[in-house]
């Protein structure tokens, strides 16, 4: 069953069984899926599409880089070109999700794996538009019980690569949405500093 709309689409690759943290927005933002997936699984659900701006966040682990490289000829298997300016219905492109990050905090970010970083990344896509629950939204949700009596969870902070999915999957959106406010490097595509 292919779907004609429009999907914005993020990868992030690291090693393992589910390499793949995979991350779909729609038109409004709206997180359609975000999960960890394996290769096959994620070409899959790619093939369910017709229309597609897939970004990928550039892994910097050995590991990620060759699950990555394979997955790269895959998908060239499947339609999709680089992203150019020119339409098709298949693109992508790579980025750099801390990069990204730079830029839409306008300073280096924190460390991505603290709780703090995970926590600042997505206050910067909330403030994007991301229809994301409001990351400040945890703090109502301390209390001194919850704390000693072990209530309090963390389930509802994005991991860091599911926040680095997430970024790749904004700058695909941003890449057709606003096409004024990125910068195209060859297959490279950042945000345009403002």
Same mark, same amino acid.
């Given at each position: 069953?292919?779907?004609?709309?429009?999907?914005?689409?993020?990868?992030?690759?690291?090693? &393992?069984?589910?390499?793949v943290t995979f991350a779909a927005l729609? *038109?409004? =933002?709206?997180?359609?899926?975000?999960?960890?997936?394996?290769?096959?699984?994620?070409?899959?659900?790619? #093939?369910?599409?017709?229309?597609?701006?897939?970004?990928?966040?550039?892994?910097?682990?050995?590991?990620?880089?060759?699950?990555y490289a394979d997955f790269k000829n895959?998908?060239?298997?499947?339609?999709?070109?680089?992203?150019?300016?020119?339409?098709?219905?298949?693109?992508?492109f790579e980025t750099n999700a801390q990069?990204?990050?730079?830029? =839409?905090?306008?300073?280096?970010? =924190?460390?991505? #794996?603290?709780?703090? &970083?995970?926590?600042?990344?997505?206050?910067?896509?909330?403030?994007? &538009?991301? #229809?994301?629950?409001?990351?400040?939204?945890?703090?109502?949700?301390?209390?001194?019980?919850?704390?000693?009596?072990?209530?309090?969870? =963390?389930?509802?902070?994005?991991?860091?690569?599911?926040?680095?999915?997430?970024?790749?999957?904004?700058?695909?959106?941003?890449?057709?949405? #606003?096409?004024?406010?990125?910068?195209?490097? &060859? *297959?490279?595509?950042?945000?345009?500093?403002?």
């Amino acid at each position: 069953m292919q779907s004609n709309s429009l999907l914005f689409a993020g990868a992030d690759f690291s090693s &393992g069984r589910n390499p793949v943290t995979f991350a779909a927005l729609d *038109e409004d =933002l709206n997180i359609k899926v975000l999960e960890k997936w394996d290769v096959p699984t994620t070409l899959s659900y790619l #093939r369910e599409y017709e229309n597609i701006c897939f970004a990928i966040n550039v892994p910097s682990s050995k590991m990620g880089q060759s699950t990555y490289a394979d997955f790269k000829n895959q998908i060239a298997g499947m339609g999709f070109k680089s992203f150019s300016k020119k339409e098709h219905s298949k693109q992508w492109f790579e980025t750099n999700a801390q990069d990204c990050y730079h830029e =839409l905090i306008g300073q280096n970010p =924190l460390p991505r #794996r603290t709780l703090e &970083g995970r926590l600042q990344r997505a206050l910067a896509l909330y403030e994007q &538009g991301l #229809r994301i629950e409001d990351p400040m939204d945890m703090f109502e949700e301390i209390t001194r019980y919850k704390l000693i009596h072990g209530l309090f969870k =963390l389930e509802n902070i994005y991991s860091s690569k599911e926040l680095d999915a997430l970024g790749a999957t904004y700058m695909a959106w941003m890449s057709v949405n #606003r096409p004024g406010r990125i910068v195209v490097q &060859g *297959e490279f595509v950042l945000p345009d500093q403002e």
